[in-house]
């Protein structure tokens, strides 16, 4: 119960809907209380009238409803018009009482999905704010199940489940006390089996808490198996690999199954022997209130309204069960979602950021970084500085480092060591959004969303473009031309991930995305390996009058020889190995120039 602790907060700010709900359910119940006291004086009145006894008027006080409708019996009405109110009294409290629960489930169950909201939106943000190490190291099918699922279950906890506990409560409540105001003797013996009821649930509670929270762990590699079969769809079709997909998901879905029996196993014991328990308590009724009826014909009244109040307490007693399974389903479910609202991410902006320059000196200080969940070093000692306005080419093979640096750029990662300063100041004391705001990064892992083109371009842009602006950056981009081949130009959906694209149309996408927004410094990782040099070349020259006076960095694993770089840097297991400009490098020998070479051959001799 201490993982749900976490939502008074939500209680506390939905409390007028929360307090005036719980006031329904209390008003609810005293008028379903009525209907049995006012049956049993009723009963009591015709036993009198048949029999023509006198009826002796208790000498409890407290039992005000007595005393309200004493004048009644004791007036001069007929009989038949005694009954007639009496049921008008009872269709009255029933109307009331339906009323008020409507008005009940408008407050507390519409509070739920208030706070089910609120959650959902919480939960996003915060995956938001996680870093990228967080996101490498849990499935996306197990953060959709948090969001979903547990949420989901959750909002039975602080809905029906609430509701259902406060009004068994008060329901029980009213009924012991009308039951103990009547006879003390006869109530006892009712309501023995409630302890047996208490021990059951405490001991069959702690089952149902435990497997509850493994089926939901069990549900999160379900939908993960199920996000990356859908996700890598084109990858199972290529390899022929359908059934052994299939045969894996059987496996997963086998296990929840298991569980999930199990679970139902446990609660299909559960709820009878509730049933029963309350099946003896209405046979103790019956047997101990007869007994009484047989010797004073005055307890037949009694007898009838013991056995509406049993009849009452059924469903309340039985909702304990299952009042009791929601809360500890929601438990198990709140503490998973705990697990990741209490995640702290590495990556923060500080207390009092240094405003963010908009351009300035780049500064790599002996920076070295490891990946912590994999234990790679990919960056070790590398020290540069890079002029405003300069054009970079970082090159070197696959799995040297080339893409950490623009990450470590952007501050997906914090260095281990060393210092990365913009303009002299440290990107630790800058705004993490400021910092990634002011530099447009293409990733080398395209990710495009499933909305319009003039969308996607517009993502990169923090105000809403125009479509001039939009046709420029593609237009830069030298994606313009697809576009408009398209059968709704700018409109066309493209589909998850920018499944309906080639890819080198996604890349150019990309980039047109990264220069809407005019920034001063650009990164390019790898983000032209799937266009053509032709292609390449007149992107390159689209952007020749746009680079002028701004930072560019181009990380790729081959050389571009259509742009005059300044500082090319050549990377080999982490390390800088090389640096210079293009006609210092090819007369070293080394990676670079060999590399110059074999692209030279090739495109003398292409079929080669």
């Given amino acids: 119960m201490k993982h749900l602790s976490i939502l008074n907060a939500y ?121 990228t190490q967080f996101f490498k190291t849990h499935a996306t099918g197990d953060l959709m199940n948090r969001i979903t699922e547990d949420v989901s279950r959750v909002r039975m906890y602080t809905g029906p489940a609430l509701m259902y506990l406060i009004n068994l409560i008060t329901l029980i409540g009213f009924c012991v006390y009308n039951m103990l105001q009547r006879d003390v003797l006869l109530s006892l013996l009712v309501l023995a089996p409630l302890p047996i009821l208490a021990f059951t649930i405490y001991r069959v509670n702690s089952v149902i808490n435990n497997r509850s929270e493994q089926i939901q762990g069990l549900l999160s590699d379900l939908t993960t198996n199920a996000q990356e079969s859908y996700s890598g769809i084109r990858v199972i079709k290529s390899f022929a690999q359908e059934q052994n997909m299939f045969r894996f998901f059987q496996k997963n879905s086998e296990q929840y199954k298991e569980a999930a029996i199990g679970l139902s196993k446990v609660e299909a014991i559960y709820f009878p022997s509730m049933a029963l328990l309350i099946g003896i308590s209405t046979l103790i009724t019956i047997l101990m209130g007869g007994y009484q009826a047989l010797e004073d014909p005055g307890a037949v009244g009694k007898l009838v309204e013991f056995v509406i109040y049993i009849n009452l307490l059924s469903f309340p007693v039985s909702a304990i069960g299952w009042t009791a399974s929601m809360i500890q389903r929601a438990a198990a479910s709140q503490k998973r979602i705990n697990e990741f609202l209490q995640t702290t991410p590495d990556i923060q902006s500080p207390i009092h950021p240094v405003p963010t320059p908009l351009q300035g000196i780049w500064e790599w200080k002996e920076v070295h970084f490891t990946y912590p969940h994999t234990g790679i070093r990919a960056v070790q ?228």
């Fill in 381 to 608: 000692g590398i020290s540069f500085t890079i002029q405003p306005g300069e054009k970079v080419l970082i090159i070197g093979k696959t799995g040297c480092g080339k893409s950490t640096l623009a990450q470590l750029m952007m501050r997906m990662y914090n260095v281990d060591q060393g210092e990365i300063c913009w303009n002299g100041i440290p990107i630790q004391q800058l705004l993490v959004n400021g910092l990634r705001g002011s530099i447009g990064y293409v990733q080398q892992d395209v990710i495009l969303f499933s909305d319009t083109i003039a969308a996607n371009i517009s993502f990169g842009c923090k105000q809403q473009p125009t479509q001039a602006q939009i046709e420029q950056a593609a237009r830069l981009a030298g994606v313009e031309s697809d576009i408009l081949a398209l059968p709704q130009g700018y409109q066309t959906l493209v589909g998850e991930r920018g499944v309906t694209l080639s890819g080198g149309q996604k890349q150019r996408v990309s980039i047109a995305r990264a220069l809407i927004s005019n920034p001063e410094c650009l990164i390019l990782d790898d983000c032209l390996s799937a266009v053509d040099t032709a292609t390449e070349a007149s992107i390159i020259h689209n952007l020749n009058e746009w680079m002028q006076h701004r930072t560019i960095f181009f990380i790729t694993h081959r050389i571009i020889t259509s742009l005059a770089f300044t500082q090319i840097l050549v990377m080999e297991d982490g390390k800088i190995t090389q640096r210079g400009t293009h006609n210092q490098l090819i007369g070293q020998a080394g990676y670079y120039a060999e590399l110059y070479r074999q692209q030279m051959d090739t495109a003398a001799n292409p079929r080669a």
């Fill in 11 to 131: 209680f506390w700010k939905y409390r007028k809907r929360f307090f005036i709900g719980i006031l329904f359910v209390v008003a609810s119940n005293f008028f379903a209380v009525l209907a049995p006291r006012i049956t049993g004086l009723l009963v009591s009145k015709v036993q009198q009238h048949v029999t023509h006894t006198s009826i002796p008027t208790p000498k409890a006080s407290s039992d005000w409803v007595q005393r309200v409708l004493q004048p009644l019996f004791n007036g001069s009405l007929a009989f038949s018009n005694i009954v007639a109110i009496c049921c008008l009294l009872i269709l009255v409290s029933a109307i009331l009482r339906g009323l008020l629960m409507f008005f009940m489930r408008q407050t507390i169950i519409v509070m739920s999905r208030l706070i089910e909201f609120d959650q959902k939106n919480a939960i996003f943000q915060h995956y938001q704010l996680l870093d």
